[in-house]
């Protein structure tokens, strides 16, 4: 247990490259690539109107669908998905537990000196100071659910737009296929034309697929995931704020902490 306050360690967030998400996607193309390469003719797979049917199609209808902000901040979003911070449960609930030892040792105001140190974890900076300047636990409750649900609404819409991409890719290759099919049928007479009209029709169909099955929907469910886990993170603050507020016992707090973690990540600070 945290005697002082200069013995508290508030850790930081590791911004590194999500590795299983990149090696997962990147293996998957590679393991296409490679087949296509063994079959011979790798070029007759790259067509550039299959490529702007698709791609573009499919950005240009999801965007119908949303708004220019609810796209570039889901790119935003996905940027920062393919660099998750990765944050510890247990260690979050340790450090909240140390604050609320040192709040109900040395009184609330003792938390001032913590605040520059929380700077990096902006939901939890916000909750102490909320507590430092006085506000009763029940509003900073109030508060901190609020912003929490906007936080969650806000990653739900990012991740329903990529669902909806990897909804409209498939349909943009089927409609690239219906095009190759009437350009095809419509130039029997010239052989020329035949070949270059089925690529369309074909690979259109295999971009949707591939875009679909391969980036849109691993990228939601890999958003959907952090997001729950930011979600965890971010309710132990809102617990451990009210806590302090309210001026309770830490070991009461301890054991409403360990309410929501997950077994494996379930803490014993006063044990």
């Known amino acids: 247990m945290a005697e002082e306050g200069e013995n508290i360690h508030v850790g930081r967030r590791r911004a590194t490259m999500d590795v299983a998400t990149v090696v997962g996607i990147l293996s998957g193309f590679g393991l296409i690539f490679t087949a296509i390469w063994l079959g011979g003719s790798p070029e007759t797979f790259?067509?550039?109107?299959?490529?702007?049917?698709?791609?573009?199609?499919?950005?240009?209808?999801?965007?119908?669908?949303?708004?220019?902000?609810?796209?570039?901040?889901?790119?935003?979003?996905?940027?920062?998905?393919?660099?998750?911070?990765?944050?510890?449960?247990?260690?979050?609930?340790?450090?909240?537990l140390q604050i609320a030892e040192l709040a109900r040792k040395k009184g609330v105001l003792a938390m001032q000196n913590l605040l520059g140190s929380v700077r990096n974890e902006p939901f939890l900076h916000k909750g102490l100071q909320m507590v430092v300047d006085g506000t009763p636990g029940e509003e900073v409750e109030s508060i901190m659910?609020?912003?929490?649900?906007?936080?969650?609404?806000?990653?739900?819409?990012?991740?329903?737009?990529?669902?909806?991409m990897a909804e409209f890719s498939p349909a943009m290759g089927l409609i690239g296929t219906l095009i190759g099919l009437v350009q095809m049928l419509g130039n029997l007479n010239d052989p020329a034309t035949i070949?270059?009209?089925?690529?369309?029709?074909?690979?259109?169909?295999?971009?949707?697929?591939?875009?679909?099955?391969?980036?849109?929907?691993?990228?939601?469910?890999?958003?959907?995931?952090?997001?729950?886990e930011?979600?965890?993170?971010?309710?132990?603050?809102?617990?451990?704020?009210?806590?302090?507020?309210?001026?309770?016992?830490?070991?009461?707090?301890?054991?409403?902490?360990?309410s929501i973690l997950p077994p494996a990540n379930r803490v014993q600070y006063f044990d």
């Open 230 to 258: 930011e979600a965890l993170i971010n309710n132990l603050y809102v617990i451990g704020a009210t806590s302090i507020g309210n001026q309770e016992n830490p070991r009461r707090l301890e054991m409403l902490l360990n």
């Open 195 to 228: 070949g270059p009209s089925m690529a369309v029709a074909l690979l259109t169909t295999f971009y949707g697929a591939v875009l679909a099955n391969m980036v849109f929907l691993p990228l939601a469910s890999k958003l959907d995931r952090n997001s729950q």
């Open 46 to 96: 790259v067509n550039p109107p299959s490529v702007l049917i698709v791609i573009g199609g499919t950005f240009a209808i999801t965007t119908a669908c949303f708004s220019l902000g609810e796209m570039a901040r889901t790119f935003r979003v996905v940027g920062k998905t393919l660099s998750h911070s990765s944050r510890d449960p247990s260690q979050a609930a340790t450090q909240v």
């Open 145 to 164: 659910r609020r912003d929490l649900q906007a936080t969650i609404q806000r990653h739900a819409k990012s991740t329903s737009v990529l669902r909806k």
